[in-house]
Nanobody
Framework: QVQLVESGGGLVQAGGSLRLSCVGS????????MGWFRQAPGKEREFVAA????????YYADSVKGRFTISKDNGKNTVFLQMNSLKPEDTAVYYC???????????????????WGQGTQVTVSS
């Protein structure tokens, strides 16, 4: 049974940084592309970033490009999201997920995912 556990969220002032982690179990982590997604209050879940199974290529939403960096440590079954220059509009619950299809496809395909972890809350104050 697949389990994804996100952590690292918190309260930070605008302009600050946070590093999110997502540990996966019940899947061969090194074979899957991984992504980060977020859901703000009253809004639909949206794509944030994705990374190829090997870590060799990444894909970002325009809203976070240049500020967020996704990385993957297959030895630790963990995917990270380094978030810099945070803005109040980044406030949301952040989730990770996995897919066998390319990172660019995850940007739209995530709406079909059935399993989601509990997420981690990120709050950015102005």
């Amino acid at each position: 049974q697949v389990q994804l556990v996100e952590s690292g969220g918190g309260l930070v002032q605008a302009g600050g940084s946070l590093r999110l982690s997502c540990v996966g179990s019940g899947l061969t982590f090194s074979r899957y592309n991984m992504g980060w997604f977020r859901q703000a209050p009253g809004k639909e879940r949206e794509f944030v970033a994705a990374i190829r199974w090997s870590g060799g290529s990444t894909y970002y939403a325009d809203s976070v490009k240049g500020r967020f960096t996704i990385s993957k440590d297959n030895g630790k079954n963990t995917v990270f999201l380094q978030m810099n220059s945070l803005k109040p509009e980044d406030t949301a619950v952040y989730y990770c997920n996995y897919d066998s299809l390319p990172p660019v496809t995850m940007a739209t395909r995530y709406k079909e995912y059935v399993y989601w972890g509990q997420g981690t809350q990120v709050t950015v104050s102005s």
